[in-house]
Structures are given as C-alpha cells and as structure tokens.
C-alpha cells in the first residue's frame, strides 16, 4: 500500500503523540511496580540495584496495556488538531475522502497489531519467565551473602532474621535477633554479635552467635525454656547459591503462542486447556482490536472548533478502557470455565467493532456528527431547560433608573 503526502502526514501527526503517551503510560505501569520491588527487594536483603533487571523483563507485559491506549491517544491527538485549524474542512471541501484520511492509521493499527503479537505472544513469556527468576534467586535465596541493618528477612518460610547494625561487608552482625516457625514451635534467639562463615566444607554458610539466650516454646501451653550461651553455630545454614529454577512453562503465561495452540487439546499437557485457551484468544483478540480503534477514534475526534471535545474524548478513554476490562474479564471467566474461551474473548471485541462501524458510518456525511454527539447535544438541551426556571428564579433584577 502507497501512501502519498496526505496520508504521510496524517501518519506524522499521530505518530508523535502517540510515542510521548506509549512513554508516559508505560513509564506509570512501571512505576508503581519499581516502587514495590524496592521494598521487597529491600527487605529480602537483596541488591536493590536488581530492580533494573527486573523492571526491564516487564516491559513487554505493559506494552500489551499501553500500546492501545497511545494509539487511540495518538489518533486523536492528530484529527483534533486538523479539527482546529480548519484543516480538515479545507481537506473534506476539496474532496478527500474520511477514509483516505482513515487508511493510514488502519494500516497502522494492523503493523501495531502483528507487533503486539509479536511482543505478548513469544517475547513476553520468555521475559515473564526471567523475572521469576531473578525474583527467585535474589529474594528467596537473598540472605547467603550479607544481611541489612535494620531490617527483617525472611530467609525462607518460618525464618526470621534481623540485626540492630552490620558492617561494610555484611557478615558481622550487632544485636541479631531470629525468629523460627517452623513446624509447631517456635524458638526465639537473640545474640549481642553474630557472624557469617563458611561451613568447614565450604559449600554453605553458617551463622556463628555470641553471648545471646534461646528461648524455646516446647509446646502449646506449656513453659517455655531458655538457653543462655556465649559462642553458638545456629542450626541452620543458608546456600551460597541458588539452587536451579524450575524450567519454563510451569504457567500458561510462560508458554508462546505456538507452544499454547500445540498444548491446548493435548490429554497429555499438565495445564488445563481452558486456561491455555483464554490466554491464547485473549492475546489475539488485543492484538486485533488495534485495527479496530481508528474507526471508533476518528468520529470521535472530528469535532468542529464550537463544539466541545471533553465529551468525546471522554467517550473515547471509556471506551478504550471497558474493552480492556471486558476483555480481562472475559479471560478469567473463560479461564475458570464459566464459558468457551472462544466466545468471552473474542465477545468483547466484536463489540468494539460494531461501535466502532456505527459510529464511523455514520460520520462521513457529516464529520463531527454522531450518534454520541447528537446524544450529548439532547443531554445539554435538557439539563438547560431544567436549570432555566431556578436561572430565572434567582437573577437579579436590574434597578430602575433615578429621576
């Protein structure tokens, strides 16, 4: 397909504001989970610096979320600005068509599409699967190496572990104090000094304690006995390193599509096939909706300069949004077997489409006059002519004049 200047700059002026706002929303998505990853980070004693990792195996998640909403932010953007300098009546007067103006961003929508595919269905389950599992070996396996001042760690279930300060390189602890759940009692351990060594074989760590009191709880109800000592090796010791994650595919997001549609229908696979089939046609049908968006967006966005665009910008964001909910929704009912995959997923999308066709056919006549608009205009008109008796009621009178 051969794009002239017309359609080039069209494709201009969506472009750049749909990059400023795929930046905007994907820097918001990523900034609530950095923040959350520091704190857990943090408490886990792990190097906080591993956020990037992390944060960069996200990416392509959010991008599943974000690419729509700048697309459809994009394509209004543009139309709205050629509402307001005239140019598109100018455009419209000289016989270009809507569509021509449209085509573009159709083709657009379908590169975005294929790039979405691309992106949610074989890059992202490969990151999804490397972020479990830096996640797992720096947080559930944080504490082989040093400890934070400060802080409680959970060293793995049951297992507490704190201390008031500790050196530069992690190993020397000041007023450690360790709590232990396991099984049915708990003991609690406190020590004025304590320090990290390697076990005699060298394969694990030890934690050595000075001058400190066990207190045991031997059981329910019972009274609880105490140790003092003045030298213990605590009778646990921790890993230099972590043991070798599970391999990929333990969840149906780990899975590419490919792997997905080899696996649903397969007696043999361990995942359910309504959880491989909501995700398959889930991501499908975002993907697909990216074709559908300039038809909805377009009417909505070629409002005259004395008309007022909150409303149908409003419209478009609810409308963006709700397919995004519905779809979501429609996911996990499918993925908890209230109903074929197929249908909750796919359900949403021919909605969207079907809005998006009424209003597009019926804008081309008349640009800025839609279904929506025209409702507005008699939601205005209505709340005037309520509001004009309580307007009439309370205004002021003017004052006679004098003499």
Known sequence: MRFGVLERYVLGLTLKPM??????????????????LVDVLAVAGAPVILVFALSANLVPHYLGFAVPAAFALGVFSAFSRMSQGAELESMLASGVS????????????????????AVTGYIDPHSRYAYREILNSSVAYAWRAHAPAEAFISVRDG????????????????GVFIEDRAGARETLTTAAAG???LTP????????????????????????????????????????????????GGNERELTL?????????????????????????????????????????PLSMTMRRQSRVANMAVAALSVLAFQNVLQLGETLAHKGAGPAPLLCWGPLVLL??????????????????????????????G????????????????????
């Open 384 to 403: 005037a002519r309520l509001v004009r008796p309580f307007a009439r009621l309370f205004r002021r009178r003017r004052p006679l004049p004098a003499g």
């Open 258 to 298: 490919s792997e997905l549609w080899s696996e649903m229908g397969d007696p043999a696979s361990a995942t359910p096939d309504r959880k491989l089939s909501s995700e398959f046609h889930a991501r499908l049908a975002r993907a697909a909706a990216l074709v559908f968006l300039p038809f909805l967006i377009v």
């Open 98 to 117: 809507v569509w021509r103006l449209t085509r573009p961003l159709v083709a657009l929508g379908a590169l975005l599409g294929l790039g979405t595919i």
């Open 159 to 174: 297992l507490t572990v704190t201390a008031d300060a500790v050196d530069a390189t992690g190993r020397r602890l000041t």
């Open 201 to 248: 074989d060298g394969k694990r760590l030890q934690l050595r304690l000075h001058s400190g009191v066990v207190l045991r709880d031997t059981q329910p109800g019972g009274r609880p006995s105490s140790l003092r000592f003045t030298d213990l090796v605590f009778d646990k010791t921790f890993a230099l390193e972590a043991p070798p994650f599970r391999p990929r």
């Open 19 to 36: 990059a400023i706002a795929l930046g905007v929303v994907l820097l918001g998505l990523l900034l609530e989970r950095i923040l959350r």
């Open 195 to 197: 320090t990290l060594e």
């Open 353 to 382: 489409a079907g809005l998006s066709a009424l209003l597009y056919a019926t804008s081309t006549d008349r640009p800025g006059d839609t279904v929506i608009s025209r409702a507005m205009d008699g939601l205005s008109a209505a």
